[in-house]
């Protein structure tokens, strides 16, 4: 009898085990990778999801209406932000844009004519007057954006976006950080439909954690 009793406690054991590992689909170290030192997110009560990115990368391209369309269901503890790559000249470019843009208030609207107009029409956008004029044909004086361009604060943002790139540690563009401690990409998740899986599932990892401190 004793022995009939450990048995199923074995057993019982090694289903406990196997439920476990199927309410975990995704394994830090195949899926997404924890970073080596977490980064500070802007808003500690909040969950930050942060694309990696450039206008310059035709994967990023492609990516953008995946997730454009799931960023727009995010619940209210979740705040999406993006990071611009710089690992270039045109990726500087592209950088500076992205915040002269924000500080212009036109990122929305110009977002997606900006990355078409660099991979459908194949226009070549990476030096500052050309971009200028770019916005000229979008309804921004070209001289407000080549004043935000140059300015102090679009210039220290794209530092910290160096800064951020340098910590992030990623090896290509798209890639999400999610809260500053995680890491997903493409070639982990297997697809980039995949990667947004992963992120929802860290998202949710790291809720449970803030709801239990």
């Not at 045109?90 to 997606?112: F, G, N, P, R, S």
């Not at 500052?128 to 070209?142: N, S, Y």
């Not at 160096?162 to 999400?176: F, N, Q």
């Amino acid at each position: 009898m004793k022995r009939l009793t450990l048995i199923l406690a074995g057993v019982l054991m090694t289903l406990t085990a196997a439920v476990s590992a199927q309410d975990v689909p995704y394994e830090e170290g195949t899926h997404y990778v924890a970073l080596e030192v977490p980064i500070k997110t802007r808003n500690e009560g909040r969950i930050e999801v942060a694309e990696y990115f450039s206008y310059g990368c035709p994967h990023c391209f492609s990516f953008d209406p995946l997730i454009g369309a799931w960023k727009e269901k995010l619940a209210d503890d979740v705040e999406f932000i993006r990071t611009p790559a710089v690992w270039n000249k045109d990726y500087e470019v592209y950088a500076q844009t992205y915040y002269a843009a924000q500080a212009l208030d036109v990122l929305d609207t110009i977002h997606t004519p900006l990355f078409e107009a660099i991979h459908l029409k194949q226009e070549r956008l990476n030096d500052p007057r050309a971009m200028a004029r770019f916005f000229g044909e979008h309804g921004v004086d070209p001289a407000d954006f080549a004043k935000a361009y140059s300015s102090f604060g679009v210039r220290a943002g794209t530092q910290q976006a160096v800064a951020r790139g340098r910590a992030y540690r990623s090896g290509g563009v798209p890639a999400i950080i999610v809260n500053g401690k995680y890491r997903v990409e493409g070639s982990m998740a297997g697809s980039m439909a995949n990667v947004l899986k992963v992120v929802d599932f860290l998202i949710e990892k790291e809720r449970a954690a803030l709801q239990s401190q």
